[in-house]
Every structure is written in C-alpha cells, then in structure tokens.
C-alpha cells in the first residue's frame, strides 16, 4: 500500500522537476517526461552544463544531483539514486544503464584545491572525469571520488571509498578491523 501513496507523489514531481528542466535548458537537458522523483530532492543544472538522464529514472528522498557550469553528466536507463545520495558535477559524471545506488553514496568528480592561491576558500576546484559502467551496484555509504573509473558488471561493498580504476565485474571491499580493547576501571 506505501508504494501507492508514494507513487502519488513522485510521478508528478517527476513530471514537473523534467518539464521545468526542459523548459529552463531546453537542449541542455534532455530526459524523460515521466519518473519517479520525490518531492524533497535537488536538482540544479548551471547554465551552461549539460544533464542527459535515461528511462526509468528514480530519485529518493534527500538526493542531490548537481551539474556545474560547463560540466556534463549523463545517467543512463533505470538508474536509481537513493536516499541521501550526492552526484556533484564539476566536469564529468557517467553512470551506465541500470546503475543501483544504496543510501548515502556521494559521487564527486572534483576536489577542492586547497594548494591554490587563497586555499579552499577560493573555491578553485581539481577534477576528474567519473565513469561507472552498467549493471553496479555501490552499496550504502561509498564514496566515489574524481578520475574513478568502475567497470560493468561491479559490485561495490558498502563503506568502500573508491579511487582509480576498477575493472569490470569486480566486487570491491576494504578490510576493516574491529579492535576491541577492555581498559581495566579506575578505582
């Protein structure tokens, strides 16, 4: 029954947030008409960037989607950005068809260039184009960061910061080690 209600919602977010899109960037955006977007999400396309999203486009609760001026960012078919996620686009951004995002994942194809005259508060940005190829899945709390590259196929384990290249059908995890150290009480 939640999924009803809920359909109630997004459908016609989605209807609204494409066709203002469309309206406001005409060429520069290109999507389909009918989505499921909830009504508290963020959508901001810069002039003079570029946003091309697939079909079957899905967009939880608390997700950004950000496309700066001058950058391009392409989602395929049936991708689905999910609860808290973060896609912030300064140069390049591509997810292939069928892309599964879990809660938390955040997506940067730039760092802040801390080494530049005036540090980080000049906002002088170092990027990196990010590639994700069809059929991956990122499990919860990922980070993917600029000049990462994953292959189709990919399985990401949750927590897993992701740098470089990562070959197709690969399933990526990072060791972490639990410590438990029992102190004796104070008397």
Same mark, same amino acid.
């Given at each position: 029954?939640?999924?009803?209600?809920?359909?109630?919602?997004?459908?016609?977010?989605?209807?609204?947030?494409?066709?203002?899109?469309?309206?406001?960037?005409?060429?520069?955006?290109?999507?389909?008409?009918?989505?499921?977007?909830?009504?508290?999400?963020?959508?901001?396309?810069?002039?003079?960037?570029?946003?091309?999203?697939?079909?079957?486009? *899905?967009?939880?609760? !608390?997700?950004?989607?950000?496309?700066? /001026?001058?950058?391009?960012?392409? &989602? +395929?078919? %049936? #991708?689905?950005?999910?609860?808290?996620?973060?896609?912030?686009?300064?140069?390049?951004?591509?997810?292939?068809?069928?892309?599964?995002?879990?809660?938390?994942?955040?997506?940067?194809?730039?760092?802040?260039?801390? *080494?530049?005259?005036? !540090?980080?508060?000049?906002?002088?940005? /170092?990027?990196?184009?990010?590639? &994700? +190829?069809? %059929? #991956?899945?990122?499990?919860?709390?990922?980070?993917?960061?600029?000049?990462?590259?994953?292959?189709?196929?990919?399985?990401?384990?949750?927590?897993?910061?992701?740098?470089?290249?990562?070959?197709?059908?690969?399933?990526?995890?990072?060791?972490?080690?639990?410590?438990?150290?029992? /102190?004796?009480?104070?008397?």
């Amino acid at each position: 029954m939640n999924k009803y209600i809920r359909a109630l919602g997004v459908y016609p977010t989605g209807l609204v947030k494409m066709g203002l899109l469309k309206l406001l960037h005409g060429a520069k955006f290109e999507g389909p008409a009918l989505c499921q977007v909830s009504p508290h999400t963020e959508i901001t396309l810069d002039r003079g960037g570029r946003l091309q999203i697939g079909q079957g486009f *899905k967009m939880r609760a !608390g997700a950004i989607l950000r496309v700066r /001026r001058g950058a391009v960012c392409r &989602i +395929g078919k %049936n #991708v689905s950005l999910n609860t808290n996620n973060m896609l912030a686009c300064q140069e390049s951004v591509t997810l292939g068809d069928n892309v599964l995002l879990s809660p938390n994942v955040q997506i940067y194809d730039h760092d802040h260039d801390y *080494k530049a005259a005036g !540090g980080v508060a000049a906002m002088k940005y /170092r990027t990196g184009p990010v590639v &994700i +190829g069809s %059929n #991956v899945w990122i499990g919860a709390n990922c980070v993917i960061l600029r000049g990462a590259t994953i292959g189709d196929n990919c399985v990401i384990g949750a927590n897993t910061v992701v740098r470089g290249n990562i070959p197709a059908n690969a399933v990526v995890t990072q060791k972490r080690e639990t410590v438990l150290e029992i /102190r004796e009480a104070e008397r």
